[in-house]
């Protein structure tokens, strides 16, 4: 680590603009997961999963309660033995490491600062640990408290300090030993929202100083969003979609995970004819008879029965009938509307009798509803934000 | 409001009264001039003169201190790897069980535990010529086994109240098992190590049952003199000496809850 680099933290959210190694099949992966699995009794929180995740990345595990997740993740930081499958990190393989021993730290989601050490002696137990020269811990324990700006603070006990305060004790404390590999176990899920949002940013300028590989495990999507290089969509023990935040959130790859990001509206169809040449296809809504068009890789044939899906907020709303190409075009009335200032949300009750939610930017400034109850509207949006999703 | 303060308030004075008006009349009567317990001769130190210079009590207490003493820092021990292992050792079968068995002997009748002793160091003196002849030793022994078990569940309810990833932070951080041990999980601990000394300690001195069965010719522990004096008839030197007792208990309480405290601030 180059402490005259790290020592000024870059104070601008300045945007981690990612390489995409995934994409280059001549890439090596900094951690190799292959075939893991883990049963607890008989339960399996964990299920035969494949994962590659190169050097640099911001990457993050994503899924509710009980996906295994976390088991996921205490099996990198070795305190759970797998049934089955490997981990490589940095082309060494972890089996017969034990947590101790590994290239990798963590950030507990308790944080886990020693109640009965200062926040000085927290940082520097994991250098002691390697029997460091007294010299060098102290410089580098300097450098970590002023990199997280917990100098003036560095005598006090964790029960002095602040819920953020302690995050960054325990962020200090993993990274002071300069791991090849950071694990984060939620962490922003034990701070205030403000709190939250200014945190985020300093992970992501740290991480970029640093450039350590960052693996976080959380249950919040938007925390996932906005750190990550890519996201991991973990269902049931297995991965449901590996990409990144645009390509998950813009293209799911099924319902579960287009649910899980935001809100969305779904359609049944059936696909008309296909274009494999411009990969389009042309699809015939269940109920109204609506035709539309939409964007799909040649994965579809004509008479499959899809769900079309759309975001709410690529819904505009008027009350006269909008002109353009590849428009896909609605009626319905407003059922229900939902104020928030900068926009609102509108639930509009289709002529087939579904409701579609819509978001849409007030954009022009009124003291009156743009749009009151009752009110018939024409929806309309781009074909190109048709998703069509086979299950 | 009024009414009912005041009716809480004279609740908490009865309550009081009830509990330590005899515990004052015996401070009081230790001070008496009167050799008669009952009737007041005015302030005199006599009866401590008499304790003091009373060697079969001095030597009993002596043997009582140094059987607590030890006793205690045994079940310390043991105790506090019980309660290790009932709660760090993940899930395995039958912990349940062991958890159980563990806290059985806080409700076990004494007078079951003594006899159960009494036999078992019979049979084995008997079997392999092990203990040569009941005392102090025995009595110690005894007193290790019982109040364990009160070490081990002071010991288990705190760790299992403990946040179980600090001990794997100092693992991630590079702490091999036994360097945790002593860095994290054993500081952590202390304060009710020492509670659960503290209470063995008085456990053991307070005890007579046990060490009644358990004992031999030799050994005569406080308990055991005062009670068998009591029987030919309650003289002053005994208030005295229950006041001195009264007196020390005090202190290990007061230092306890001050160490119980600090321990609940800290968190």
Same mark, same amino acid.
């Given at each position: 680590?180059?402490?005259?680099?790290?020592?000024?933290?870059?104070?601008?959210?300045?945007?981690?603009?990612?390489?995409?190694?995934?994409?280059?099949?001549?890439?090596?992966?900094?951690?190799?997961?292959?075939?893991?699995?883990?049963?607890?009794?008989?339960?399996?929180?964990?299920?035969?999963?494949?994962?590659?995740?190169?050097?640099?990345?911001?990457?993050?595990?994503?899924?509710?309660?009980?996906?295994?997740?976390?088991?996921?993740?205490?099996?990198?930081?070795?305190?759970?033995?797998?049934?089955?499958?490997?981990?490589?990190?940095?082309?060494?393989?972890?089996?017969?490491?034990?947590?101790?021993?590994?290239?990798?730290?963590?950030?507990?989601?308790?944080?886990?600062?020693?109640?009965?050490?200062?926040?000085?002696?927290?940082?520097?137990?994991? +250098?002691?640990?390697?029997? &460091? @020269?007294?010299?060098?811990?102290?410089? $580098?324990?300097?450098?970590?408290? #002023? !990199?997280?700006? *917990?100098?003036?603070?560095?005598?006090?006990?964790?029960?002095?300090?602040?819920?953020?305060?302690?995050?960054?004790?325990?962020?200090?404390?993993?990274?002071?030993?300069?791991?090849?590999?950071? +694990?984060?176990?939620?962490? &922003? @899920?034990?701070?205030?929202?403000?709190? $939250?949002?200014?945190?985020?940013? #300093? !992970?992501?300028? *740290?991480?970029?100083?640093?450039?350590?590989?960052?693996?976080?495990?959380?249950?919040?999507?938007?925390?996932?969003?906005?750190?990550?290089?890519?996201?991991?969509?973990?269902?049931?023990?297995?991965?449901?979609?590996?990409?990144?935040?645009?390509?998950?959130?813009?293209?799911?790859?099924?319902?579960?995970?287009?649910?899980?990001?935001?809100?969305?509206?779904?359609?049944?169809?059936?696909?008309?004819?296909?274009?494999?040449?411009?990969?389009?296809?042309?699809?015939?809504?269940?109920?109204?008879?609506?035709?539309?068009?939409?964007?799909?890789?040649?994965?579809?044939?004509?008479?499959?029965?899809?769900?079309?899906?759309?975001?709410?907020?690529?819904?505009?709303?008027?009350?006269?009938?909008?002109?353009?190409?590849?428009?896909?075009?609605?009626?319905?009335?407003?059922?229900?509307?939902?104020?928030?200032?900068?926009?609102?949300?509108?639930?509009?009750?289709?002529?087939?009798?579904?409701?579609?939610?819509?978001?849409?930017?007030?954009?022009?400034?009124?003291?009156?509803?743009?749009?009151?109850?009752?009110?018939?509207?024409?929806?309309?949006?781009?074909?190109?934000?048709?998703?069509?999703?086979?299950? | 409001?009024?009414?009912?303060?005041?009716?809480?308030?004279?609740?908490?004075?009865?309550?009081?009264?009830?509990?330590?008006?005899?515990?004052?009349?015996?401070?009081?009567?230790?001070?008496?001039?009167?050799?008669?317990?009952?009737?007041?001769?005015?302030?005199?130190?006599?009866?401590?003169?008499?304790?003091?210079?009373?060697?079969?009590?001095?030597?009993?207490?002596?043997?009582?201190?140094?059987?607590?003493?030890?006793?205690?820092?045994?079940?310390?021990?043991?105790?506090?790897?019980?309660?290790?292992?009932?709660?760090?050792?993940?899930?395995?079968?039958?912990?349940?069980?062991?958890?159980?068995?563990?806290?059985?002997?806080?409700?076990?009748?004494?007078?079951?535990?003594?006899?159960?002793?009494?036999?078992?160091?019979?049979?084995?003196?008997?079997?392999?010529?092990?203990?040569?002849?009941?005392?102090?030793?025995?009595?110690?022994?005894?007193?290790?086994?019982?109040?364990?078990?009160?070490?081990?569940?002071?010991?288990?309810?705190?760790?299992?109240?403990?946040?179980?990833?600090?001990?794997?932070?100092?693992?991630?951080?590079?702490?091999?098992?036994?360097?945790?041990?002593?860095?994290?999980?054993?500081?952590?601990?202390?304060?009710?190590?020492?509670?659960?000394?503290?209470?063995?300690?008085?456990?053991?001195?307070?005890?007579?049952?046990?060490?009644?069965?358990?004992?031999?010719?030799?050994?005569?522990?406080?308990?055991?003199?005062?009670?068998?004096?009591?029987?030919?008839?309650?003289?002053?030197?005994?208030?005295?000496?229950?006041?001195?007792?009264?007196?020390?208990?005090?202190?290990?309480?007061?230092?306890?809850?001050?160490?119980?405290?600090?321990?609940?601030?800290?968190?």
């Amino acid at each position: 680590m180059n402490n005259e680099n790290t020592i000024k933290a870059n104070q601008s959210a300045k945007p981690y603009v990612a390489e995409t190694p995934w994409l280059d099949p001549e890439a090596v992966p900094f951690i190799q997961i292959k075939g893991l699995s883990k049963q607890f009794d008989d339960f399996s929180a964990v299920d035969n999963v494949d994962l590659n995740i190169y050097k640099g990345e911001l990457f993050t595990i994503l899924g509710g309660s009980g996906c295994g997740k976390s088991t996921l993740l205490r099996m990198l930081a070795g305190f759970e033995t797998p049934n089955a499958g490997q981990i490589i990190i940095d082309g060494i393989d972890m089996a017969n490491i034990p947590a101790y021993d590994r290239p990798i730290n963590m950030m507990f989601q308790s944080y886990a600062v020693f109640p009965h050490m200062t926040v000085e002696q927290n940082i520097s137990y994991g +250098l002691k640990k390697d029997k &460091l @020269a007294k010299a060098e811990i102290a410089t $580098r324990v300097k450098d970590m408290l #002023e !990199l997280v700006q *917990l100098s003036e603070l560095a005598k006090r006990k964790p029960n002095q300090l602040s819920g953020g305060q302690r995050q960054r004790v325990a962020l200090a404390r993993a990274l002071i030993k300069q791991p090849k590999v950071l +694990l984060l176990d939620e962490p &922003l @899920a034990a701070l205030d929202k403000k709190l $939250r949002e200014q945190t985020q940013f #300093e !992970l992501i300028n *740290l991480q970029y100083e640093l450039g350590i590989t960052f693996v976080v495990v959380t249950h919040d999507q938007e925390e996932a969003m906005t750190l990550s290089t890519r996201v991991a969509v973990m269902d049931a023990g297995k991965f449901i979609q590996i990409d990144t935040p645009t390509q998950v959130y813009e293209s799911p790859h099924n319902r579960f995970v287009a649910n899980f990001f935001g809100t969305i509206n779904f359609f049944n169809a059936t696909v008309l004819s296909t274009d494999p040449e411009a990969q389009t296809l042309t699809a015939q809504l269940e109920k109204t008879g609506t035709q539309l068009e939409a964007k799909a890789e040649g994965r579809f044939s004509a008479s499959d029965e899809v769900t079309i899906a759309v975001r709410p907020e690529k819904i505009s709303v008027s009350q006269e009938r909008p002109e353009g190409d590849h428009l896909t075009i609605t009626k319905g009335t407003v059922e229900d509307l939902a104020y928030y200032g900068n926009r609102s949300v509108y639930r509009v009750r289709s002529q087939s009798g579904r409701i579609i939610q819509v978001s849409a930017q007030n954009n022009q400034r009124s003291e009156q509803l743009v749009l009151e109850w009752d009110d018939e509207v024409y929806l309309s949006w781009d074909s190109s934000c048709n998703v069509v999703l086979s299950e | 409001m009024q009414k009912s303060s005041r009716f809480v308030f004279s609740a908490l004075c009865f309550g009081f009264a009830f509990l330590y008006i005899p515990i004052l009349v015996l401070i009081a009567f230790s001070f008496n001039q009167s050799a008669i317990t009952s009737v007041w001769g005015g302030f005199s130190l006599r009866w401590y003169t008499a304790l003091f210079n009373n060697e079969q009590i001095i030597e009993a207490a002596l043997l009582s201190l140094k059987i607590a003493a030890t006793s205690a820092t045994f079940a310390t021990i043991l105790g506090t790897m019980a309660g290790l292992a009932l709660t760090q050792i993940g899930r395995y079968r039958g912990r349940l069980i062991f958890t159980g068995l563990i806290a059985a002997p806080l409700v076990m009748p004494e007078v079951i535990t003594g006899l159960s002793l009494l036999l078992m160091f019979v049979s084995l003196q008997e079997l392999i010529g092990w203990p040569l002849s009941r005392g102090a030793g025995t009595i110690t022994i005894a007193h290790i086994t019982f109040s364990m078990a009160y070490v081990a569940v002071i010991v288990q309810s705190r760790l299992s109240s403990m946040d179980q990833s600090l001990q794997e932070a100092a693992m991630d951080l590079g702490g091999r098992p036994t360097q945790v041990a002593f860095d994290i999980t054993l500081p952590l601990i202390a304060p009710s190590m020492l509670s659960g000394w503290l209470l063995a300690f008085t456990l053991s001195l307070d005890d007579l049952v046990i060490a009644s069965f358990t004992s031999g010719a030799g050994a005569s522990t406080l308990p055991m003199v005062i009670f068998s004096k009591i029987k030919l008839g309650v003289t002053p030197d005994i208030n005295a000496l229950a006041t001195l007792i009264i007196g020390t208990v005090s202190i290990g309480i007061m230092i306890a809850s001050w160490v119980m405290f600090r321990q609940s601030k800290r968190n």
